[in-house]
Structures are given as C-alpha cells and as structure tokens.
C-alpha cells in the first residue's frame, strides 16, 4: 500500500523560451491597436450605418445589410464598444486612423524582424504532410480533448494554430489596411489602382466590415483557447517569452503496489 508518510511526487517542469521580443512586442501594440480601431470603426459605422457594393452608395440605394437588421444583443454590444461612447465622428475618425498607422508599421516591422531572425520559416510554414486530413483530424481531436500543446515540440505551432496566424498576419489584417486606404480620398487621387482592386469604394468599405468581423472573431476564439490552455501560462509566455511546459507524475513502481 501507499506509504501516507511518504512524499507525493509532484510532476516535473520544463521552462522553455517561446516568444521573442519582436513577436511580444507586436502581440501586446496590435492588441491594443485593435481594440482601440474596432471601438472607434464602430463610432465611424454608426454614422451611416449600411453597406453597399460597388462604386457609390447612399440613403436610397440597396444596402445588403443595415445596422437595424442585426440582432439586439449584437447592437447593444456594439455601443458598449463604441469610443467614443457618447457619438462624435471626428474623435472616432482621429483615434482610428491614428491607430490604424500604428497597426500598419507595427505589422510592417513585424514582417521584417520575422524574416531575418526566420520566425516565419521556422515556426509559421505549413508543410504539405500537415494539411493531410488526418493531421488536421488529429490537432482537431487534440483541441476538443483541451491538449493544446505536443508534449515531444512544446514550442511548436500546431496546424491549426498555423492556418488561423497565417490567414490573420498574411491575409486579414493586410486587406484591413489596404481597405482602410481605397477609403481614403487622398489615397486613390495618388493609387487610383486600389479601389480598382476593390471594386470601388463601397465595395472596400463592406470588406473592410466583413474583414474586421473575421478578426474579432479571430480575437474571441483566441482568447477562449488562451483561457482553456491556462491564461497565467500563456499571458506570462506572451510578456517574458518564457512557457512552463508541464511534465509528467512517474509511473508508480512495485513497491507502491499492494
């Protein structure tokens, strides 16, 4: 039997270097960049809240979607973000694209440190043999199951994890700045080629919208892995760069056995 006097043993730990400077200090400015963009965009929006696509838009023209056909909870939300939180548009203008320059050269410098010091090739390039339906079956497993990390590569990004930072790095937040730019008068006297990318202005402002939307349920899925993974271990990771990888309680031997 067990001896009650003796000792329990407690699983090992292993401190592993996980995050770079570079990569903290974009994570921690784009986070609050983004906050701050989302609730002023939302203080833009609400001055004339519809959507259109193609080159014009106005009052009596057909919005394919309108902020009065959203659901209660999603317009009450809404306001709660909003920043300013009384209506002002020319604050909500100023802080938005005061942020907006610094997400884009947060980004941009991001970009360039990650190339050189190779966090791009080393941890974000997804191989062939990962994009294989049972190894995106299996991380999927891995995830319901809460095991977010593979014990032997506790530092390594798992094939989901890839796919979600690729499409937010490569894809949503570049087409969120090139967006924000087709938008701006000043930016299609001197690149009239954007709104042609586009579609026109309205059609940049609606994926401008349904951009913004992926990332903030980007954001919340990110958020909901973070606290399912254990926040304090993962916040202190993304602040110090260093992650406690938990080990393993020993197999108990004979001479516990009855």
């Known amino acids: 039997m067990n001896d ?4 329990i043993a407690t699983a090992p ?9 570079a990569t903290r200090l974009w994570h921690w400015i784009t986070a609050v960049a983004m906050f701050i963009m989302i609730g002023s965009g ?3 929006l609400k001055a004339h809240p519809r959507f259109y696509w193609g080159r014009y838009g106005a009052n009596f023209d057909q919005a394919w979607t309108t902020l009065d056909q959203w659901p209660g909870w999603v317009v009450t939300l809404i306001n709660l973000l909003t920043i300013p939180a009384s209506y002002n548009l020319a604050i ?8 907006a320059l610094v997400l884009s050269f947060a980004l941009l410098g991001f970009m360039i440190v990650s190339l050189f010091n190779r966090h791009f090739q080393r941890d974000l390039r997804v191989r062939a043999g990962e994009l294989a339906p049972r190894e995106v079956a299996h991380d999927v497993r891995e995830h319901l199951a809460l095991r977010f990390h593979d014990p032997k590569r506790p530092a390594a990004y798992n094939i989901l994890q890839k796919l979600s930072y690729v499409a937010t790095i490569f894809i949503l937040l570049p087409v969120m700045i090139l967006t924000g730019l087709a938008m701006s008068p000043a ?3 001197a690149w009239p080629w954007l709104l042609d990318i586009f579609g026109g202005r309205q059609s940049a402002r609606s994926i401008h919208f ?5 990332l903030v349920l ?3 899925a990110h958020l909901a892995l973070v606290i399912l993974a254990g926040a304090w271990n993962e916040v202190r990771s993304m602040i110090t760069g260093r992650f406690t990888v938990p080990g393993h309680v020993p197999a108990h031997t004979g001479e516990d056995a009855a």
Not at 210 to 214: D, G, H, K, L, Y
């Open 42 to 44: 939302i203080g833009i």
């Open 13 to 21: 730990v292993t401190v592993i270097k996980r995050h770079r400077i």
């Open 92 to 99: 909500s203008r100023r802080w938005h694209l005061f942020f």
């Open 4 to 7: 009650p006097a003796r000792p």
């Open 210 to 214: 349904i951009a913004m939307v992926a």
């Open 218 to 220: 980007f954001i919340i």
């Open 187 to 189: 930016m299609d006297a």
